[in-house]
């Protein structure tokens, strides 16, 4: 009878421990990541007689994000996340013809939802990103903008109130698609 006594009295002190460390990484969070983009993206361009302007390239990116974790539930993450995205200088064609470039930026808010498994978690994101695009193509100037869904997973370690973070997100624009692998680091107030 005493050794279960202590064995429950241990499993009820783990148990609390993990509910605090849960709640430690609650509360509002900053940070940036760097990675790839991958941009896929065709339009036709009114200017030129809607000829096909196509980018399939990749350039280095950056974002930076705030958010706020809620920390209701321990091992279980439920946050809001808002981020500015860079997503670099993409080069492609008119008509087969080289010389085409766009520049896509954006501002993103999303709902997370993560499971953590001590210091390592994972996580998924859903939300929406308003974008802004500069086309420079031969001879014109080009801008367009839009309001599209993005999604993403993602994995963490945590120490403390500082984590690192490697992330997939894929951003559904109205004319293609962004694929952005990122590595970045957190730290939570």
């Known amino acids: 009878m005493k050794r279960l006594f202590t064995l429950l009295s241990a499993a009820a002190l783990a148990c609390s421990a993990g509910t605090a460390f849960a709640g430690k990484d609650s509360g509002f969070y900053i940070g940036g990541s760097v990675g790839q983009a991958d941009v896929e993206y065709s339009d036709d361009v009114p200017e030129l007689g809607n000829v096909e302007f196509e980018i399939d390239d990749d350039d280095t990116a950056y974002k930076g994000f705030v958010g706020y974790n809620f920390g209701l539930v321990p091992f279980l993450d439920l946050a ?67 309001t599209d869904p993005m999604y993403g997973v993602g994995a963490k370690f945590q120490l403390g109130s500082f984590a690192i973070r490697a992330e997939y997100e894929l951003f559904d624009l109205e004319n293609g698609d962004i694929d952005y692998f990122s590595v970045g680091a957190a730290y939570t107030f």
């Open 80 to 146: 809001v996340e808002g981020s500015y995205i860079d997503f670099g200088s993409q080069n492609g064609e008119i008509n087969n013809i080289k010389g085409a470039n766009v520049d896509i930026t954006g501002w993103s808010a999303a709902g997370l939802v993560g499971f953590n498994l001590g210091p390592v978690g994972v996580f998924g994101k859903a939300g929406l990103i308003a974008w802004d695009d500069d086309i420079d193509a031969l001879s014109f100037d080009e801008s367009d903008s839009g």
